[in-house]
C-alpha cells in the first residue's frame, strides 16, 4: 500500500492518546499567544490586507481580525502566528509543527473542539513522521520541513475535520505531493513565515478539493519520481513504526524564550541555581558543538545579536532579566553596561558528549563555592512547571489577555472555540 | 545581479516584437478554444465548485461561469484549460506555456487588451527561460516544468500588468521560489492540469504580496539553496542569451491533433500527400526512436489507445477523420473494421537522423508508385496556414462560437477583454 494511502487509513481512523491531547493543549495555547503577539508584525499586515480584498465567505478568522475563506485563514494565520519564530519546534521533524498545521485545523473546525483536538494531533503526528520520513538530508538539501512536512500534516488534519474517508483522504494527500513546497533560502525574510501558511493553505484546499470529488495520485509521495524522490528524501522506513500506537508528536518542544533555541538549556540550567550576580565570579557552560558556529556571539551590540550570545544571555538570566519576553532582546538590552561587562566572566566550551538539546552550567563564586547544573529540553517536564514556564511567556506577549487564552484553551477538558475566534480577531496591541 | 533581479528588470521593461505578439495572438486563441472546451469536463466542475464556495470579490471569471478573485480564478481556469492537454507546448522550454500563464494575465488584466498582450508575452519568455535554465534534468528528476518555470512566468506576467517596479518585482519572484511546485507523477490523474493552475496562482498571490510591500529573498531561485540547486536544476547560462531581443517563446508550438504530440508530425506529412485509402498499399512512416515508446501502440481498442497509435491514426488521416475533433478518438474509432483492417499496411521505423519534431513518410500505391513526404513540426509555416488549422481546431471543439472567438482575439490588433471575458463564461456543451 502506498505511503500516503497508509497515511490516509490513520488520518480516518486514529485516536490520539491523553499525553497527544496534553501536549496539544500546550501546543494550542502556545500557538494562540504566538498568533496574537505576531498579529502586529508587518507581514500581519499585508496578509490581513490581501486576504480582506479578495474577500469571500466568512469561514475564519485571521489574527488581528477579519472573516475570510478558511484556506484564506490558513494562509494568513500560518505566516502572521510565524512571524515572531517564537512557536514549537520538533527536533526530530526538524521543523515546526504548530503554524503549519493548526492555522489549517482552526479554519475548518466550525464549533467542534473535541474534533479540532483530534485533527490537530493527527495532523501533527503526520507532519512530524514525513519530516522524519524525508530525513535531515532534505532540510540540509534546502528544504523546509515547516513547509513541505507539514502541508501533509495540514491535509490530514482538514482531511479528518471535514470527515474525508480513507479513499479521498488518499487523493488529498496524493494532490498534496504535488502543491507541497518550501525553502530554506528564505530565512531572514518573510518568505519564512509564509512557508507555514503555505503548508496550512495547502492542507485546506487539498482536502476540500478531494471532498469534492478530485482525484489524484496516491503514489506521488513514496513512488517513482514522487515527493520524496524528488525532494532529496532519505526515505527512512523507521519513521513510521508504530503509527497510530506511538505518538511522537508529544516530543514537540516549546519554547519559552525569546532567542535562538541553541541559548534555551542553558538559560534553564542557569534558571534553576539561586545566586546573586554580585556573588558570581566565572560562568562555564558546556555545550553541543553545533552551536558554536549558531549562538555563540561574544560581544553583541544589537538585540537581534543578543539572542544569539551565550556570554550576553547568561548575564541576563543571572539579573533576572525576563528572557520569555521579546521585548527584552533591545538594542539597550545588548549594550547595558552592566551586562557588556559581566560577559568577560563568562566560558562557552563545547563537548559531543551532550545532546544537542542539553547544556551543563557551572559558577564560580567569590567566596570559592561552586554551583553547577545541567538541563536537557528533550527531558520530561512535570506539567504544572510546564505550564507555569507557558504561562510566564504568554502574559510577557499578551499581558491581561493571557488569562482569557488560558480559560479559552481550557487545558483539562475541550477548547472553546468561540472564545478562541474572538482572542484571534483581537487588534493586536 | 541575482538571476530574480535580472528577470523582475526584464519583466518592468521589457517590449515585446511584433513576432511575440503574432504568436501570442495564436497562443490566446488557442488557450481560449481548450479552456471552453475543457470546461465541461469533471475537473472544470470541481474547481469552479470549490472556488464558488469561497467567492470573494468578482475580480475575474471562470471557463463555465463564475465571478471569483483573480488568484482563484488563475486556479480554475490554469486547471480547467489543461484538462484535455490540448494546448501548446514549448518543446525547449519542456512544458507547456499558455495554461500557466494566461489565467494569471487575463484574470488581472481588467480591461487592458493591449497590457494583456505585453504581460502575457513576458511571462512566456520567462518561463520559457526559466525552464531552459533548469533543463532537461529537472524533468528527468521529476519536476513538471509547465508548473514550475510556469510559476515564475506567471509571477512576471503579473508584476508587469500590476505595475510593480523592478524592486517589488524582484520580491514577487524570489516569493515564488519557495511556492513554485509541480511533479510529473501527477500524470493521467487531475492533479496534471492541476499544475498549470498553480503556476498561475502562484503568478497572481506573489505579485499581489509584493505589491503590497511583502519581502523575500531575491537571491533564492540561483543562490545558495535556492530554486535551481534544489530542484535539480542544471543552471543553463545559455538560457539567459539575448534576454529582452530575442524571443525565445515564438518557438511555442500548437497542437493541431488531439492525439499524443509524437504523432503530429506524421499526421502533417500524410495530410499533404493526395491519394484515396483504396490506393494504398504500404505505408512507411520514419521517426525519432524516442517516440517508439511513447506511441507506437500497434493495436489499440479504445479512444484513449488510439491517440497514441501510429498505425491507427496514419489510418484515420488517410481515410480523412478530422484528428483536430476530440471526438473522433473514440472507442468506436479504435475498432472500426476499415481502420483496423488498414494498421497491417503500416510500418514504422525509428532513425536518430530525425529531429525529435519530424517524421517522414513514403507511401506505396497499388499502381507502383510511391509518394513521399516529410514534416517537421519546427518548420517556420505561413501564418496564414497556421491561422485555418488553428481555426479547424477551434471550429472542431466549439462549433458555432469560433467565430465570436476569433472576432474576440482581433489577431490583427489588440484583444476585446469583454468578449473573451463573455465567452469563458458561455456554459459548457
Given at each position: 500500500m502506498s505511503l500516503a494511502r497508509q497515511i490516509a487509513a490513520f488520518a480516518v481512523e486514529a485516536r490520539p492518546t491523553e499525553a497527544a491531547y496534553g501536549v496539544m493543549a500546550q501546543s494550542l495555547y502556545d500557538w494562540m499567544v504566538c498568533g496574537m503577539a505576531g498579529a502586529s508584525e508587518p507581514v500581519a499586515a499585508i496578509m490581513r490586507a490581501q486576504a480582506l480584498a479578495d474577500g469571500g465567505s466568512a469561514q475564519a478568522v485571521m489574527f488581528g481580525g477579519g472573516h475570510v475563506p478558511a484556506r484564506a485563514a490558513a494562509l494568513a494565520n500560518g505566516t502572521i502566528s510565524h512571524a515572531l519564530d517564537y512557536d514549537d519546534t520538533h527536533f526530530a521533524h526538524i521543523g515546526h509543527l504548530s503554524v503549519g498545521i493548526l492555522p489549517a485545523a482552526i479554519a475548518c473546525a466550525r464549533k467542534d473542539g473535541a474534533g479540532l483536538l483530534d485533527a490537530a494531533c493527527i495532523g501533527f503526528e503526520v507532519a512530524t513522521r514525513v519530516g522524519l520520513w524525508v530525513g535531515r538530508g532534505h532540510y540540509q538539501a534546502g528544504f523546509h520541513q515547516t513547509a513541505t512536512a507539514g502541508a501533509f500534516g495540514a491535509t490530514a488534519a482538514v482531511a479528518r475535520l471535514r470527515g474525508l474517508d480513507a479513499e479521498q483522504a488518499a487523493h488529498a494527500l496524493g494532490l498534496a505531493t504535488t502543491r507541497a513546497a518550501g525553502l530554506k533560502?528564505?530565512?531572514?525574510?518573510?518568505g519564512k513565515p509564509m512557508n507555514a501558511g503555505l503548508a496550512a493553505e495547502c492542507g485546506v484546499i487539498c482536502a476540500d478539493l478531494a471532498a469534492r470529488g478530485f482525484l489524484s495520485?496516491?503514489?506521488?509521495?513514496?513512488?517513482?519520481?514522487?515527493f520524496g524522490p524528488t525532494h532529496a528524501g532519505e526515505a527512512q522506513a523507521i519513521a513510521w513504526d508504530g503509527l497510530g500506537d506511538i505518538w511522537k508528536m508529544t516530543e514537540v518542544s516549546h519554547k519559552l524564550h525569546a532567542c535562538c533555541h541553541g541559548l534555551h538549556a542553558m538559560i534553564e540550567a542557569l534558571s534553576a541555581l539561586e545566586t546573586s550576580p554580585e556573588r558570581v565570579e566565572r560562568v562555564e557552560i558546556t555545550t553541543h558543538p553545533r552551536w558554536l558556529s549558531v549562538c555563540?556571539?561574544?560581544?553583541?551590540?544589537?538585540g537581534l545579536g543578543a539572542k544569539f550570545s551565550y556570554a550576553h544571555v547568561a548575564g541576563m538570566v543571572l539579573h533576572g532579566w525576563n528572557t520569555a519576553d521579546i521585548d527584552s532582546f533591545s538594542d539597550a538590552c545588548a549594550q547595558d553596561a552592566t551586562l557588556v561587562a559581566f560577559r568577560d566572566k563568562v566560558r562557552v566550551v563545547a563537548h559531543d558528549s551532550l545532546a544537542e538539546t542539553e547544556a551543563r552550567v557551572r559558577l564560580d563564586l567569590t567566596d570559592g563555592t561552586q554551583l553547577s547544573g545541567q538541563h536537557d529540553l528533550m527531558a520530561a517536564q512535570d506539567t504544572d512547571q510546564k505550564w507555569q514556564a507557558l504561562r510566564r511567556k504568554g502574559a510577557a506577549l499578551l499581558g491581561e489577555r493571557e488569562a482569557q487564552l488560558w480559560e479559552a484553551v481550557n487545558p483539562e477538558g475541550v477548547p472553546d472555540l468561540e472564545a478562541l475566534s474572538e482572542l484571534m480577531q483581537m487588534e493586536s496591541v
Open positions: 533560502s528564505q530565512f531572514g525574510t518573510m495520485s496516491p503514489e506521488a509521495l513514496d513512488g517513482p519520481q514522487g555563540n556571539q561574544p560581544a553583541p551590540d544589537t
